[in-house]
């Protein structure tokens, strides 16, 4: 049995990041389903709360310990696990890469929660829902032209792919009059970690 182990649900942006992540540094780890938002059984979200106060996932438990928020569990998984040396992952960080990665995450909340409103029903031209899409636009534009991102695959790329899948799976914003994303997304989708961690079709 694997010391680690993902929780989270397959339909998750955010869980796919930590799962592929996983995936290119050889990892080998358990996941435990909690389905998704809004579909969730009893156990599943007793599952989360009693390893995240917050209520979130992902949740990745190594050895016993959990980490908590997907942003700090790629930290940790880069900072505690070697590289596969065979592998072309760029691990390298920079205050450029910092940015990306932060855009990348805020764009993705940003979608979320648009995602969970429009299931309730909610205006979507609601003030602070008008300023989501506002930030995912932006957001996406400030990506798009980035002239280094995409040069390398390391995590902006890795978390753009997931970001971007999820937005096309949930209809949540069309992103191809982005020319460099587009091309981006072209260049990495079939990249194995991606193509192994793939929201699946029926769900």
């Not at 599943?44 to 310990?65: A, F, H, R, T, Y």
């Not at 409103?117 to 031209?125: H, P, S, V």
């Not at 260049?187 to 192994?196: G, V």
């Amino acid at each position: 049995m694997s010391d680690l182990t993902i929780i989270g649900s397959y339909t998750s942006p955010f869980v796919r990041i930590v799962r592929a992540l996983c995936s290119e540094l050889g990892l080998d780890y358990e996941q435990q389903d909690t389905g998704p938002f809004g579909k969730q059984t009893p156990e599943q979200k007793s599952l989360i709360s009693n390893n995240n106060p917050l209520l979130k996932v992902p949740v990745l438990i190594d050895k016993g310990q959990p980490i908590i928020d997907s942003r700090v569990i790629a930290s940790y998984l880069l900072q505690n696990y070697p590289i596969v040396q065979t592998n072309d992952f760029d691990a390298s960080s920079s205050i450029e890469k910092e940015n990306l990665i932060t855009v990348i995450y805020g764009i993705i909340d940003a979608g979320v929660l648009r995602f969970i409103m429009r299931g309730q029903g909610i205006d979507m031209d609601l003030p602070y829902l008008a300023r989501s899409l506002e930030r995912m636009r932006c957001g996406l534009k400030y990506l798009d032209e980035n002239t280094n991102l995409g040069a390398h695959f390391g995590l902006p790329e890795l978390a753009l792919i997931c970001g971007l899948d999820w937005f096309k799976k949930r209809d949540i914003i069309d992103w191809s009059m982005y020319d460099n994303l587009v091309q981006i997304h072209a260049r990495y989708t079939d990249r194995p970690s991606l193509a192994a961690t793939r929201i699946p079709d029926n769900v």
